[in-house]
């Protein structure tokens, strides 16, 4: 797991760097999320012992990370409901465009999918 | 000392503890999850709204300053990163899914993108707001950090913009789910994919939390939306005059 969360570590490090140095609009973690599947991706034949090792590690402590990934959102989530006044007046009309947005974008989106019938292979 | 002067020592000391806001965090997360289990019927019981909705209130009840809080919380905000980075592993790990359903993905994608984007013009306009808070709405669906690289380059105001898109994220996973059943969408691929487009990482926490195809499918409309809603949006904006 140790080599896991180092790799983690390292492909973020990466992408924060790149992100800097390119002044990208793409945060770092996700330029390191791109990178990891790249090098998952283009080493995905190898059978090697060294690369199944980490592949096992990684998947360890992918899984101990995403487990309670929607707690990682608690910090800045009351960040948000400690600056709400920041809305000032505007704050209910916001929060209605943001509700009935949201809700209509996740339909609409879901109906998409569901229509193109490419979707078959659907393993669940 | 008294015992009340004794208890504020007390108090003071743990204000300036990250563990107290570690503690906090934490447990009010999984009290949010507790009573999620115990209802599943009320949307906004699910644990990230509660357990935000828990620590907000003991703040603002024992008027603690934000920064005091999250210098402690900040712990938890910090694996965020590497967490980001760790969606890698499913999504290689459903690659051939992923490369099955590439049409209906970058279909969705773009429909998908460009629906949020009107949708809340059309809403936000409606409802006559200023042109300044109209533009900071545009990008609320995608990931933070690009929301607010929109909003700068647009016109709009980057922290508004955050503060937009967290609450995007949040009544996203809150009514995603509820939305979708509603709408009888058995697949997971499209019910995850759905939520990752419209409420980004904190739709793709809740998908994640519930299944995995779900939540492959929610990163991958995560990443593929906030690159067209950056093309799309300065397009949009000069189209339609905003």
Redesign the interface.
């Known amino acids: 797991m140790l080599k896991g969360i180092f790799l983690i570590f390292l492909f973020q490090l990466v992408g924060e760097v790149i992100q800097k140095l390119l002044e990208l609009a793409v945060p770092g973690p996700v330029i390191g999320l791109l990178l990891l599947l790249l090098a998952l991706l283009l080493t995905r034949s190898s059978k090697r012992s060294f690369k199944i090792e980490l592949e096992t590690n990684l998947t360890v402590a992918s899984e101990q990370l995403l487990a309670h990934l929607p707690l990682l959102f608690v910090p800045i989530g009351v960040g948000v409901v400690m600056h709400l006044s920041f809305l000032e007046s505007s704050l209910l009309k916001v929060l209605a465009v943001i509700f009935i947005g949201t809700v209509l974008t996740v339909g609409f989106t879901a109906l998409v999918i569901e229509k193109i019938q490419n979707w078959r292979t659907v393993d669940d | 000392m008294t015992d009340e002067q004794k208890l504020y020592s007390i108090w003071v000391y743990l204000q300036a503890e990250p563990l107290f806001w570690l503690t906090l965090?934490?447990g009010?997360?999984l009290a949010g999850d507790f009573c999620y289990k115990q209802t599943r019927l009320f949307p906004l019981f699910?644990?990230?709204?509660l357990?935000?909705?828990i620590?907000?209130a003991v703040?603002?009840i024992f008027n603690v300053q934000?920064e005091r809080?999250?210098d402690g919380?900040?712990f938890?905000?910090f694996?965020?990163?590497?967490?980001?980075?760790?969606?890698?592993?499913?999504?290689?790990?459903k690659?051939e899914?992923i490369v099955?359903?590439a049409?209906?993905i970058v279909?969705?994608a773009i429909?998908?993108s460009l629906?949020?984007v009107l949708?809340?013009y059309a809403?936000?306009l409606g409802?006559s707001?200023?042109r300044e808070?109209i533009i900071s709405?545009l990008p609320?669906?995608v990931?933070a950090?690009?929301a607010m690289?929109?909003a700068e380059?647009t016109g709009g105001i980057p922290?508004?913009t955050a503060?937009?898109t967290?609450?995007?994220?949040?009544?996203?996973?809150a009514?995603?789910t509820f939305?979708?059943d509603?709408?009888r969408?058995k697949?997971?691929?499209?019910?995850g994919?759905?939520?990752g487009?419209?409420?980004h990482?904190?739709g793709?926490?809740?998908a994640?939390?519930r299944?995995d195809?779900a939540?492959v499918f929610a990163a991958v409309?995560m990443?593929l939306s906030?690159i067209v809603a950056?093309l799309i949006i300065p397009l949009i904006i000069g189209i339609l005059q905003i």
Do not use: C, E, Q
């Open positions: 965090t934490v009010a997360y699910n644990p990230v709204a357990g935000i909705i620590v907000s703040l603002l934000y809080y999250f919380a900040k938890i905000h694996l965020l990163g590497p967490a980001t980075v760790s969606l890698a592993i499913p999504i290689y790990k690659w899914l099955a359903n049409k209906a279909t969705g429909l998908g629906f949020a949708i809340t809403l936000a409802l707001l200023d808070i709405l609320r669906s990931t950090p690009i690289g929109i380059l922290s508004l503060i937009i967290i609450i995007t994220g949040i009544i996203g996973a009514f995603g939305t979708l509603l709408l969408v697949s997971m691929s499209a019910r994919f759905s939520i487009l419209a409420s990482g904190i793709t926490a809740r994640m939390s299944n195809t939540g409309a990443g906030g950056s």
